[in-house]
């Protein structure tokens, strides 16, 4: 079926970042393939990160399909935008069904994307992965590439107010090399490689990134780069429900 809805939306996309003049620096694109099918698995830090992602496989010619939770397809806005470029809506109570639909999709030669860490990393360091990317990639015979998104949760993330107005923010886009499935025993075993390239490829973008925070807005620097957004501990606490206990 022809793509009616996707290519307008990533032109709107692409009209955004000049008006906003966003740095973008793209590097890795040339490993997504231009044919056939394969997972791309980004660290999270943005409520933005699908378009910054996918936008990493634009090199290639290739629409990624991101499997996002159901809530946003019932939106009476953004549901119609997601059916319409084919995303894959996932329910956590009948997971099932969505991973199946994502690995079909993957046999036809779709790129799938996901963010393992299920949720935004208010550390900005890479959380512990669901492994569903990894058994993704198994079943359906397809490369794993890990992909490191920063800069974006100066946008908009977890906890700040938007800020979707910004201008001449850079924004890092690194893809990995595939990693091959049949070369890891099990998906646990593929998913420590994913997080081990992924965590490498995260701290290579945030020790190159241009800009460095001061003052007041040492907030989107990692605590171990000297911010001070919340150690992982803090935030595994708080996305638990509870309090930072340190001053920041």
């Known amino acids: 079926m022809p793509e009616l809805v996707y290519p307008p939306v990533i032109a709107v996309a692409k009209t955004m970042f000049r008006v906003l003049d966003l740095r973008l620096t793209v590097e890795g694109s040339h490993h997504v393939p231009r044919t056939g099918g394969a997972v791309l698995a980004s660290n999270h830090v943005s409520y933005l990160d699908f378009i910054f992602c996918g936008y990493g496989a634009h090199e290639s010619g290739r629409l990624v399909r991101f499997m996002a939770k159901h809530e946003v397809f019932a939106h009476k806005i953004s549901g119609p935008l997601m059916r319409g470029m084919k995303h894959i809506p996932v ?8 991973y199946s639909t994502a690995v079909d999709a993957l046999r036809r030669g779709e790129v799938v994307g996901v963010f393992p860490e299920a949720t935004i990393s208010r550390s900005f360091t890479v959380k512990d992965l669901k492994n569903g990317a990894a058994r993704m990639a198994q079943d359906a015979e397809v490369p794993l590439l890990p992909v490191a998104l920063w800069g974006t949760q100066r946008l908009w993330t977890k906890g700040r107010p938007r800020t ?3 201008r001449h923010t850079p924004i890092t886009i690194l893809v990995g090399e595939p990693i091959d499935p049949a070369a890891h025993p099990d998906a646990n075993a593929l998913s420590a490689e994913l997080r081990t390239r992924l965590t490498a490829l995260v701290d290579r ?9 001061a003052g007041d807005d040492t907030w989107w620097q990692p605590a171990h780069l000297g911010g001070t957004a919340p150690t992982p501990e803090e935030a595994a606490a708080l996305d638990r429900g509870g309090r930072r206990t340190s001053a920041a």
């Not at 329910?91 to 969505?98: E, I, L, T, V």
């Not at 973008?205 to 925070?213: G, L």
């Open 91 to 98: 329910n956590r109570r009948a997971g099932a069904g969505s």
């Open 164 to 166: 979707l107005t910004r």
């Open 205 to 213: 973008a945030q020790r190159a990134y241009p800009d460095t925070p």
